[in-house]
């Protein structure tokens, strides 16, 4: 199995112990040191022999869609078995896109608006029923680039901000849920491996662990909903984050991650997710 990334974390340190354990050949391979030849890849003067399975890890696709693009393209091309392909992972990467994708797929998401004009921004209020609502930027992970906001003159001066960096962005209605909780579910393969519910820290909306929330085990009543996701994203291994309305009690999908962490998964659950990753893919 050949990951491609730019940065060690606990994901990649967990796949290496439990390749160890059963012998499994493992490599990392950062694609800043790949050159790419018409019938070869070389990597750091070594060829690399691609008839193994690939997955291309963490944020490279925002930040280096292009080359990661034509990498994955070569790499299929030779014969390797690519998990997540890369249009698959670019388009759940974008917050914007994936939400279209899974509202043509008819999954039920938080009403949103993509706004250009200024002017509009009271219509759009008013079409998202009213503050608070949430403001996303297209990229994000670890609860960055999300913004709770709760009146008129916090949205405009927020938009000003973000217009002026030319940083793209929708606002999102907010989904009142029940202590604000968020239920993760980890996918591979069509099936759910593992959910399990994020609880955010005293201060803060976001239910995400790196922002200093905690979570306990869930049960498996998002878990079809999970699947239906990953197979409209064409997924192989993801993580779907589901909210439950407090007042009608549906669920509605937050978000999906092509390449989310185990850390949180495996401490709660106990399962050993990083095994079944290298078991289930290969």
Not at 38 to 59: N, T
Not at 167 to 180: A, C, G, H, V
């Given at each position: 199995m050949l990951i491609f990334t730019d940065n060690e974390n606990y994901f990649i340190r967990r796949i290496k112990e439990e390749a160890e354990k059963i012998n499994f050949p493992f490599k990392i391979i950062n694609p800043n040191f790949i050159s790419i030849y018409l019938d070869s890849m070389m990597?750091?003067?070594?060829e690399v022999?691609?008839?193994d399975v690939i997955y291309f890890r963490g944020s490279i696709f925002k930040e280096k869609r292009?080359?990661?693009l034509s990498i994955s393209e070569f790499c299929k091309f030779r014969g390797a078995k690519i998990i997540n392909s890369a249009e698959s992972s670019f388009i759940s990467s974008n917050k914007w896109l994936c939400r279209l994708n899974l509202t043509k797929n008819n999954i039920k998401m938080p009403k949103?608006?993509?706004i250009f004009n200024k002017k509009d921004i009271e219509e759009v209020v008013k079409f998202l029923g009213g503050f608070p609502i949430l403001l996303k930027t297209f990229y994000g992970s670890k609860g960055s680039g999300v913004?709770?906001?709760?009146d008129i003159y916090s949205l405009i001066s927020v938009y000003d901000y973000f217009t002026a960096l030319?940083?793209?962005f929708y606002l999102e209605e907010f989904i009142d849920s029940p202590q604000k909780h968020t239920v993760r579910t980890i996918c591979m393969k069509d099936k759910a491996i593992c959910s399990f519910i994020m609880i955010p820290k005293e201060d803060d909306f976001r239910t995400n662990y790196a922002k200093g929330g905690h979570a306990t085990i869930a049960d498996d009543k998002t878990e079809k909903i999970a699947v239906d996701v990953m197979k409209s994203c064409k997924l192989d291994f993801c993580a779907v984050d589901i909210i439950q309305d407090n007042h009608t009690g549906e669920y509605f999908v937050l978000e999906v991650n092509s390449s989310p962490g185990i850390e949180m998964a495996e401490k709660?659950?106990?399962k050993n997710i990083a095994k079944q990753f290298i078991t289930i893919n290969w």
């Amino acid at each position: 199995m050949l990951i491609f990334t730019d940065n060690e974390n606990y994901f990649i340190r967990r796949i290496k112990e439990e390749a160890e354990k059963i012998n499994f050949p493992f490599k990392i391979i950062n694609p800043n040191f790949i050159s790419i030849y018409l019938d070869s890849m070389m990597y750091k003067g070594e060829e690399v022999l691609l008839k193994d399975v690939i997955y291309f890890r963490g944020s490279i696709f925002k930040e280096k869609r292009e080359k990661i693009l034509s990498i994955s393209e070569f790499c299929k091309f030779r014969g390797a078995k690519i998990i997540n392909s890369a249009e698959s992972s670019f388009i759940s990467s974008n917050k914007w896109l994936c939400r279209l994708n899974l509202t043509k797929n008819n999954i039920k998401m938080p009403k949103a608006c993509l706004i250009f004009n200024k002017k509009d921004i009271e219509e759009v209020v008013k079409f998202l029923g009213g503050f608070p609502i949430l403001l996303k930027t297209f990229y994000g992970s670890k609860g960055s680039g999300v913004i709770f906001i709760n009146d008129i003159y916090s949205l405009i001066s927020v938009y000003d901000y973000f217009t002026a960096l030319e940083q793209n962005f929708y606002l999102e209605e907010f989904i009142d849920s029940p202590q604000k909780h968020t239920v993760r579910t980890i996918c591979m393969k069509d099936k759910a491996i593992c959910s399990f519910i994020m609880i955010p820290k005293e201060d803060d909306f976001r239910t995400n662990y790196a922002k200093g929330g905690h979570a306990t085990i869930a049960d498996d009543k998002t878990e079809k909903i999970a699947v239906d996701v990953m197979k409209s994203c064409k997924l192989d291994f993801c993580a779907v984050d589901i909210i439950q309305d407090n007042h009608t009690g549906e669920y509605f999908v937050l978000e999906v991650n092509s390449s989310p962490g185990i850390e949180m998964a495996e401490k709660i659950t106990g399962k050993n997710i990083a095994k079944q990753f290298i078991t289930i893919n290969w």
